[in-house]
């Protein structure tokens, strides 16, 4: 099969993309790269990102996949502590993080796409600091890597998790078998075809991202690299390169149905043959008008950076349980636990813990071995997600235990006032967090972005929630952001939202 890679004006044969793989893999393996070792990466969505992470295969390297949003102090915490021996970063992202780079890791420079460029409106971008490596040389005078392929490791990934500092989540060799079931699952779940057409949307520093782009190296005939997610865009890139498979996040599809009527209805999008979403919440209207539009070729996926992906859910499951995140995969074990860590029967909330059987490599918190043991019981693994089970063994997330807000001793899930709030017309996005209050221990925020051209309006965002939610949920305080601190990924990060409240209040 013939494979080929757009990105902007760049047509790639994919033959091309992997003898530049070859030859980066090479280029590391000279560096002191050996499998086990690990190449942290720091780019945004471009060709060089896939070039880096078949490299990194080809030498059973970990990927430390680096979020560009992070401020120096947490990439320069995850460089320290991954250990790992080359960074590849893009030239405009360097000096915001040079000074915490270790002095023990190479760096090899990127330079920036013009594409990306125009598409985060960056201005100029300075040169590459002495000592550093220019990738495309530098890879391009390495003689291609001839030896035996072993195992890939995927990618170590950091999260916060409920506690402390990001940890490392690292995997381990594994067993030939339960390469062969993650491969396995990957495509299931996302349901690939050889010869399917899909475009890379999400950001490549998460695992969705990352794995659904390994199935499209591996059987998609051609693969469109998107430097950054617009709506309209995505339409039309759908249209203009009749692309069969996309992997989505709900905020992508909330922007996609915010588009006007007449934008939507403009183009054809009778090319798609499979759509997932996964990676945060989903709000139930949202889904229900994706539907509306796309019809019953939405799917939802849902996982953890531990447990790799947990459960699929289908269109016609999803309709029949409303808020479903659907039922286990095969080969995987879902439990609800309490406080005290017993089972609890279907309908009532708790813990989430999962076994992911052979699904997934086993995994350990890198030099936090404690860690990894703290979030274990009789085999099964928690993020800190909470949600219950339904009588069909369907699985709903109600959220994430360290974003629960208690107020006045009741227990409140932001998730779903957000879910509430983003369907109001004039909301472009939002987050729910807690802060502290005198009388009632903690106090609701909505941070509101209005959409262009909205008034403020306090009381018609309450009014919208009153009639929908019980008043105990309704946020007391309502705080209007110019924008929300999300990465390409739809991530909050709820940190930065609390202590920008903090600085905002007299």
């Known amino acids: 099969m013939t494979q080929t890679i757009l990105f902007g004006t760049h047509n790639i044969d994919g033959t091309a993309l992997r003898d530049r793989a070859a030859r980066a893999a090479s280029g590391l393996a000279a560096l002191?790269?050996?499998?086990?070792?690990?190449?942290?990466?720091?780019?945004?969505?471009?060709?060089?990102?896939?070039?880096?992470?078949?490299?990194?295969?080809?030498?059973?390297?970990?990927?430390?996949?680096?979020?560009?949003?992070?401020?120096?102090?947490?990439?320069?915490?995850?460089?320290?502590?991954?250990?790992?021996?080359?960074?590849?970063?893009?030239?405009?992202?360097?000096?915001?993080?040079?000074p915490l780079v270790p002095p023990q890791v190479a760096v090899i420079v990127v330079p920036t796409p013009p594409e990306i460029a125009a598409a985060y409106g960056l201005g100029a971008i300075p040169a590459a600091?002495?000592?550093?490596?220019?990738w495309p040389a530098w890879r391009d005078a390495q003689p291609p890597w001839t030896?035996?392929?072993?195992?890939?490791?995927?990618?170590?990934?950091?999260?916060?998790?409920?506690?402390?500092?990001?940890?490392?989540?690292?995997?381990?060799?594994?067993?030939?078998?339960?390469?062969?079931?993650?491969?396995?699952i990957r495509t299931l779940a996302g349901g690939a075809r050889p010869g399917m057409r899909t475009a890379v949307v999400g950001p490549l520093y998460h695992a969705g991202p990352a794995s659904n782009a390994r199935v499209a190296l591996a059987q998609a005939e051609l693969i469109l690299v998107l430097p950054r997610f617009d709506a309209e865009e995505l339409l039309h890139s759908l249209q203009a390169h009749r692309l069969t498979h996309l992997a989505l996040v709900p905020i992508m599809l909330v922007?996609?149905?915010?588009?006007?009527?007449?934008?939507?209805?403009?183009?054809?999008?009778?090319?798609?043959?499979?759509?997932?979403h996964g990676g945060s919440a989903c709000a139930p209207e949202v889904k229900r008008a994706m539907l509306d539009w796309w019809g019953p070729i939405l799917s939802e996926t849902y996982g953890s950076t531990e447990m790799?992906?947990?459960?699929?859910?289908s269109a016609?499951?999803?309709?029949?349980?409303?808020?479903?995140?659907?039922?286990?995969?095969?080969?995987?074990?879902?439990?609800i636990l309490d406080e005290e860590g017993r089972i609890l029967?279907?309908?009532?909330?708790?813990?989430?813990?999962?076994?992911?059987?052979?699904?997934?490599?086993?995994?350990?918190?890198?030099?936090?071995?404690?860690?990894?043991?703290?979030?274990?019981?009789?085999?099964?693994?928690?993020?800190?997600?909470?949600?219950?089970?339904?009588?069909?063994?369907?699985?709903?997330?109600?959220?994430?235990?360290?974003?629960?807000?208690?107020?006045?001793?009741?227990?409140?899930?932001?998730?779903?006032?957000?879910?509430?709030?983003?369907?109001?017309?004039?909301?472009?996005?939002?987050?729910?967090?807690?802060?502290p209050d005198a009388e009632y221990g903690e106090a609701l925020v909505a941070a509101v972005q209005l959409r262009s051209g909205a008034a403020p309006m306090d009381a018609a965002i309450r009014g919208h929630l009153q009639a929908r939610l019980a008043g105990y949920k309704v946020p007391r305080r309502?705080?209007?952001?110019?924008?929300?601190?999300?990465?390409?990924?739809?991530?909050?990060?709820?940190?930065r939202l609390r202590e920008a409240y903090g600085a905002d209040r007299p």
């Open 32 to 98: 002191g790269v050996t499998a086990g070792e690990r190449i942290a990466v720091m780019l945004r969505n471009e060709p060089a990102y896939l070039e880096v992470i078949l490299a990194a295969d080809r030498l059973g390297a970990p990927l430390v996949a680096i979020n560009w949003h992070f401020r120096a102090e947490e990439a320069g915490h995850v460089l320290q502590d991954s250990g790992a021996r080359v960074l590849v970063v893009h030239a405009d992202l360097l000096p915001h993080i040079e």
């Open 308 to 313: 790799s992906l947990i459960t699929s859910c």
């Open 255 to 276: 922007r996609l149905l915010k588009l006007p009527e007449a934008v939507r209805a403009r183009y054809d999008l009778s090319s798609l043959e499979g759509v997932t």
């Open 316 to 335: 016609a499951d999803w309709l029949r349980f409303p808020g479903t995140v659907g039922r286990a995969l095969p080969g995987t074990s879902i439990r």
């Open 147 to 184: 030896a035996p392929t072993p195992p890939s490791l995927g990618m170590m990934l950091y999260t916060s998790g409920t506690t402390g500092r990001a940890k490392g989540v690292r995997r381990l060799p594994g067993t030939p078998e339960q390469h062969d079931a993650a491969r396995r």
């Open 345 to 435: 029967p279907p309908g009532e909330t708790g813990e989430i813990f999962v076994d992911s059987g052979p699904n997934a490599l086993p995994f350990t918190y890198h030099n936090m071995p404690e860690e990894r043991a703290r979030v274990e019981r009789d085999g099964h693994v928690t993020n800190g997600d909470v949600g219950h089970l339904n009588a069909e063994g369907f699985l709903f997330v109600t959220d994430r235990k360290r974003d629960m807000v208690i107020s006045g001793g009741v227990n409140i899930y932001p998730a779903e006032i957000e879910a509430a709030l983003i369907t109001h017309p004039d909301v472009l996005d939002c987050a729910i967090f807690g802060v």
């Open 478 to 495: 309502i705080w209007l952001v110019p924008d929300m601190p999300r990465d390409s990924m739809g991530k909050i990060f709820k940190r």
């Open 129 to 134: 600091p002495e000592g550093t490596l220019d």
